[in-house]
């Protein structure tokens, strides 16, 4: 029986087309669930160049599977740059740490406003977009140039408990993106605009995400020297302009076959581990992270999929563990981690250690926790100087249940060991975090 040569060329092909535009497809949905969606609750949701400002801090009733952190308010907002600047601006943040990530459509980051990048001292920043010359108003600074008319704007202001909440909201009120044309205007009312690019669900159409992806590569263009890849893509319907709608009946299952494999590939490539350095059990994220650029498979998985948006290790180092020093996966049952005296994660801002479901969700306990790092002012630590973590289920003990990081009484988990503002030594591993032991 002779075998369908455009279906496996469109297949095989498509494989490659579906790790290219995954960010695409990826941010397609996160932004249209986001700004068509008012909702007041821990989903970023906000008209577009509106901030979303978190109130209180996530936890286990988040289930987006976004891996977020326990240690920030986010605020977040999807901002349009494709006529004019947006003008970010914020207070006087004192020694708090904060930093908004700007991040283009491909889940790439191209620049911050912080603590770290441009100080604590009130501002406002000029966000551009692609092809725009034009003068910023004099004590604007002009942030990097977007590579993408879209962006996504994370910021993230750290919480010192939660008798803090009130002084974060307050700076959190005074977070601003206003339109360079609206900007100066006493009392200025930017528009709630709603209107963004609407997906096409892949459950209904099976070719839905390839008609998203097509959609958004024609309102975000590729960067020029990616034009031999889109030529090739182009063949099989895949670009901007084109319709998959049109292609052969072959070609169109082709490409169905290869968007159903492409999301669990990238599930395994990202749980493979292969794009890290491996020690103690943690893996240790390469120089790259962050802004991963043409390596596609690693900006679809690592960048994208992991958390939206991975930042770049100069702001902020993720250390991740999916098995125990035994090499096993870490599952039902208890473990624990034990830092030397001295040898806490070397950081100049904080650092916490957040464990989450097999969903990259947050773990549901009986006390409500759900981190623990430099800012648990009652943690214990040995006579000797030594900190142990205890990671599991149930609690360890009255005396030790201060250093209790509750897990799943059943499944797969993971911990997450963030580090803010980490030196030099954790970035390039000379720092080694201690593995995680299975206890019982």
């Known amino acids: 029986m002779s075998r369908d040569w455009r279906r496996e060329f469109a297949y095989t092909l498509g494989e490659q087309a579906y790790v290219y535009g995954f960010p695409y497809i990826y941010n397609a949905e996160l932004r249209y669930k986001w700004v068509t969606q008012d909702d007041a609750g821990m989903a970023m949701h906000s008209a577009v160049n509106h901030f979303w400002r978190g109130r209180t801090l996530f936890d286990a009733s988040d289930q987006e599977g976004l891996t977020p952190n326990n240690d920030t308010l986010y605020s977040s907002g999807w901002v349009d740059l494709s006529t ?12 708090r740490y904060f930093t908004f990530e700007l991040v283009g459509i491909t889940s790439d980051n191209y620049d911050y406003v912080g603590r770290r990048a441009t100080g604590a001292n009130a501002g406002d920043f000029a966000l551009i977009g692609p092809g725009w010359d034009g003068e910023l108003p004099e004590g604007v600074r002009r942030t990097a140039t977007s590579p993408s008319p879209w962006i996504l704007l994370l910021g993230r202001t750290l919480v010192d408990g939660w008798d803090d909440l009130p002084a974060v909201h307050a700076l959190q009120d005074q977070y601003r993106l206003t339109p360079l044309h609206l900007f100066g205007t006493k009392d200025a009312v930017v528009p709630k605009r709603r209107d963004v690019l609407e997906t096409v669900d892949g459950g209904r159409d099976p070719l839905g995400q390839w008609k998203t992806l097509n959609a958004m590569l024609a309102e975000n263009p590729p960067p020029e020297h990616h034009e031999i890849l889109l030529r090739q893509f182009a063949e099989i319907g895949v670009g901007a302009g084109l319709d998959v709608e049109a292609q052969p009946d072959s070609v169109k299952q082709g490409l169905i076959d290869a968007a159903a494999a492409g999301r669990p590939m990238l599930e395994q490539q990202l749980l493979s581990g292969d794009w890290a350095k491996l ?12 802004h991963f650029g043409d390596d596609f498979v690693k ?19 993720y250390l991740v563990a999916f098995q125990d020093s035994e090499g096993e996966t870490l ?28 969903d990259r969700n947050l773990i549901a306990n009986p006390i409500d926790r759900y981190s623990l790092g430099d800012r648990a002012r009652d943690l214990i630590t040995e006579p000797d100087g030594s900190l142990t973590i ?16 509750p ?3 059943q499944g797969i988990w993971f911990v997450a060991l963030r580090m803010y503002l980490p030196h030099p030594e954790a970035i390039d591993a000379r720092w080694q975090c201690p593995p995680i032991r299975r206890t019982g």
Do not use: C, K
Request: glycine content about 8%; hydrophobic content about 35%.
């Open 390 to 405: 205890h990671l599991r289920p149930d609690s360890p003990g009255s005396d030790r249940e201060r250093n209790w990081l």
């Open 84 to 95: 004019e600047p947006v003008i970010l601006s914020h207070p006087e943040m004192g020694d």
């Open 407 to 409: 897990t799943p009484r």
């Open 279 to 290: 020690i103690n059990g943690w893996r240790y994220p390469p120089p790259q992270m962050g």
């Open 299 to 317: 900006r679809a998985a690592e960048q994208a999929l992991f958390g939206v948006a991975a930042n770049d290790p100069e702001e902020a180092l």
């Open 331 to 358: 599952s039902t049952g208890s473990y624990e981690m034990r830092f030397d005296a001295g040898q806490l994660p070397p950081v100049d801002a904080f650092w916490s250690l957040t464990a989450y479901d097999e």
